[in-house]
Each structure stands twice: as C-alpha cells, then as structure tokens.
C-alpha cells in the first residue's frame, strides 16, 4: 500500500505539490515511484523555464520504463533537485521527502484548488487499478 | 485473445505484472526488475518460458532437414547434444534464432521464439520435399522453465537423483525432476549457469512450485520478461525482431560462428557466402552510453552529424550500472572505441562502440 500525505496536493498524472504561499515544491508519489521500480534516471528543467499547468517538466526513466513528468499548475521553475544527478533512487526512497524533484513559482493560485487532495487521490488509484 | 501458459495462474498469485508478449500474456516482473535480475547473477531466478515454441523433426532423413533449414551444423551433434543457431531466408536474412536438440538420430527438438513458433513451423514443413521426415508443431504440448544462476545447480540438484555436475554446457538429459519426467539442459540466455527444463504441459505446475520452493532459502526469485530482456543484454545476446530479423543477416548480427559455409547447402547459403566474399557492410555493435542518460530502442544513433541507425537494444543494465546497447553501424565506423551520438529526447548524447560481452561470467565449468 503506498504512502500518501495528509498536507499535500495531487495529480491525476501522480505528481505531489507541497505549496507554501506563492511557491510549490514538486515530485512524483509514493504510488508512482512504486509502479516505475528503479529509478535510474531523472532529467529536470533549468531555473527560470516557464511551463503551462499539465505540460512535461521532466522525465523519469527506471531500468524499464520512460515517463514525463507534469507541471501539476502553471508556473516558473524556481529551484531544481540537482542531487538527483548523483543518486536518483532517492525518487524510489524518499519521494515526499529527498527525492523533490523541482520548486516553483505559482503564476496563479487559484490553480491548486483544482488540484485532488490525499482522499481524492487514493480513490482515483484505486479506480485506476480497477480499469 | 491472449494465450496463457499453465502457470498463468500462478504468476497472478505471486503478484506478478503481466504484459502482452508475442500474442502471450506474460509476466514482465513480480518483485522488481532490478531485484531479480540481480538475483540470477548473485542467486538464482526461475522464468517462465513456455510461450517459446517447439518443433520435432523426426525420421530417417531429420538431420538433412535439420542442415537444410538452419546455418549452424548440426551434423557435428551427439546424441543429447545442444546447438545454438539461426534460419534464414534465401537471401540470408534472419528468420529466428533457435536452439538444435539432437535427442536421437531420429530425432531433433527445435525450441524457437514464442513469435515464431507457427510460421518457422510452416516453413521448415515447405522444405522436407522428398526427405523422410515428420515435422510437428508440439509448442502446445510442451511447458518451458529457465532456471538461472549460480545457485540453479544446487537448487535443481535438491529434485533429482541424477547428477547435474555431469550435465555439460549445452548438453540436454532426461532428468525425473521431483518425479517428473523432464528434459534438463545446460542452457539459457542470461549470461549465468543454469538449465533449461522441458516438460509436458501438465506437469508445469508441479515443477514450478516445487523448483520455487526448493530455492526459497537459496535466494531464488521468480523472474518476469524485464530481467530476462536486461541480463540477456548485458551477457551481448541478440534479441529475435530487435537486433536482427529478416533484413539483417547472422554475418552482420555478429553471429557468424553459427554460420557453417562449409557444411553443405542450406537455405540462404549462397547469399552468406556472397556476403561473406564481399565483406560486410555493416554490423552489430555493442556501446556504452557516456551520460546518464539511458539509450532506448529505436533512438536515433548520430556518427557526426549523419544517421547511420537506431538503437536495436538500449536500457540500463542493473548489474554493470551502466546504459548499453546495441546498434547497427557502417563496418568502417564499427572500430571498438569509435565515439558518436544517441538522441535521446532531441539531445545528442555521447555513447562509444565497446567490446562485448558487457558482462562475462566467471567460469565454474565447460
């Protein structure tokens, strides 16, 4: 069963938004770095690349498989994990935690409203694993 | 609709993750991927691989069949002797790759890719012409385990009274496994020791289980077709419809060891030989990826600003902790060393030709 804080918001593309006022740190959940395995690579943004809300940010490859990552809300990338470079597992470790992928620079707040709190999100996997 | 193995059920049971795989539902990991392709360098792995296809050629005239439809010799074949070896095309081109049995004079086991199971078992029946033979399709009839590793012996071992140590490095045996009637051979595509266990259909089950719980304590883990497509990578063996098919030959495949010109005809033999007179124009190449980012199939490979190909197979290799692949290159830039581009995502990134096998067992036997 995988892990889903309380104090964060989803994506229905399996991306975590942690905000504090206009700024957002931003990964992928504990479900999604469970359903990649191994995460061998993740390539990021630079600072200051401006991405629409739902446009890839990055992608994260495991021995397997490829995936893009989401910006979950528009904005302006503010910091970047540059520790990933060296170790990416921290994705599979700690993926709330260490394993951040990116900050950014909210252009419009109203956005996270749209976003899916825990209980949402947990319902959604299990609709999915349903399909 | 999907064929299933008789070990579907099991594989559901175990957790695994199931995928298509040439028209067969199988699974593609159960643990992890890099969990169990580490337990098969380190341990021991047991695969499901009944999907593959067997086909018996059997009667006076088997082994002139057997030497008409596949480029290695199989005259040079004892009794319970295993070959590994390919079919090609009248133009040379590769049809499967297979292993030769020779159980009996008589008698030789075919074990083909689960893709080309019925149309390798089509077009070996369209060249018996006058040979006394019979050509069956028994993909059915027959279940598939690979039990790999350094542990496979001992684990195996547990279930049989027959002596493993005297089974050689592809060679087969009729082996009672747990009572069951099997083939066991010295054989498998991952770079480690281990055997090839043939079994009826029905007997799948039993042999799965009791080989899964007699390795329990030695590290054995049930592996999907993720680990088996990685660790065959990093041992540099050629995947069947990637790194050659129809319109690559076995010479530039790098597999001209399986190609014996001098063994007499056989299909595709005039356009080897020709090929080999003129010399390659190209060839299969192993490289090493000089970033962190992993090369895919079907990337686009770059030798200064010029395509030459696409990656045949690309991935990271959970043991080496490396990205490598394969590709096809002009023969003139095939030199070991030789540095160029793979395009991953729009960007170019530095990867160099080097010698293969990536990885290369310590040898226990031979």
């Known amino acids: 069963m995988s892990n889903t804080p309380e104090d964060l918001s989803y994506t229905k593309d399996h991306e975590w938004v942690r905000v504090k006022g206009s700024q957002a740190a931003v990964g992928i959940t504990d479900h999604a770095q469970q359903q990649l395995g191994d995460v061998v690579y993740v390539e990021l943004p630079k600072v200051g690349d401006k991405f629409e809300a739902s446009e890839p940010f990055g992608t994260v490859e495991s021995v397997k498989a490829v995936s893009e990552v989401y910006m979950p809300v528009s904005g ?17 470790e700690d993926p709330y935690g260490d394993g951040w992928m990116i900050g950014i620079k909210i252009d419009n707040l109203a956005q996270i409203d749209a976003l899916l709190t825990s209980i949402e999100y947990e319902d959604y996997i299990k609709e999915e694993a349903a399909e | 609709m999907l064929k299933r193995t008789p070990l579907y059920e099991s594989h559901v049971t175990l957790g695994a993750r199931m995928v298509e795989f040439a028209g067969w539902d199988m699974p593609v990991q159960y643990t992890g991927h890099v969990q169990e392709h580490l337990a098969v ?15 018996e050629i059997r009667g006076a005239d088997a082994l002139s069949l057997v030497q008409r439809v596949t480029t290695n010799d199989a005259s040079k074949l004892e009794d319970n002797q295993v070959q590994y070896s390919t079919m090609t095309n009248e133009e040379g081109g590769v049809l499967d790759d297979l292993l030769v049995y020779r159980i009996n004079a ?17 077009w070996i029946k369209k060249h018996v012409g006058a040979l006394s033979t019979e050509v069956h399709n028994t993909s059915d009839a027959f279940s598939l385990l690979a039990l790999q590793g350094p542990r496979a012996e001992p684990i195996l071992q547990g279930l049989t009274d027959h002596m493993l140590d005297r089974v050689p490095y592809y060679w087969s045996q009729r082996v009672f496994v747990d009572r069951v009637d099997c083939r066991v051979s010295r054989t498998g595509y991952t770079g480690e020791d281990g055997f090839e266990i043939l079994c009826d259909t029905r007997d799948a089950r039993h042999v799965w289980n009791r ?14 077709l993720a680990a088996r497509n990685t660790l065959r990578l990093e041992a540099a063996y050629r995947l069947y419809g990637h790194d050659m098919d129809q319109t690559t030959t076995p010479l530039e495949a790098g597999l001209g060891w399986v190609v014996k010109l001098a063994k007499g005809d056989f299909i595709g033999r005039d356009a080897l030989m020709r090929q080999k007179e003129d010399g390659l124009k190209r060839r299969l190449v192993g490289f090493e990826v000089l970033d962190r980012a992993p090369a895919r199939d079907a990337y686009p490979v770059l030798i200064g600003e010029k395509q030459v190909g696409v990656v045949t197979s690309g991935s990271p290799a959970p043991y080496l902790k490396k990205n490598i692949g394969f590709t096809y290159f002009p023969t003139e830039h095939a030199a070991v060393g030789t540095e160029f581009f793979v395009v991953v995502r729009g960007r170019n990134v530095p990867a160099r030709v080097v010698e293969t096998p990536f990885y290369r067992r310590e040898k226990t036997f031979d």
């Open chain 1, 76 to 92: 302006t990338v503010a910091e970047v994990n540059e520790s990933l470079n060296d170790s990416p597992e921290l994705v599979n």
């Open chain 2, 106 to 122: 008589d008698y030789f086991l075919l074990i083909v890719n689960a893709g080309g199971a019925d149309s390798d078992y089509e």
């Open chain 2, 211 to 224: 080989l899964l719980v007699t390795g329990l304590d030695q590290g054995l883990l049930p592996c999907g």
């Open chain 2, 41 to 55: 360098r380190e341990a021991a792995g047991l695969f499901d691989v009944s999907h593959m296809g067997e086909i």
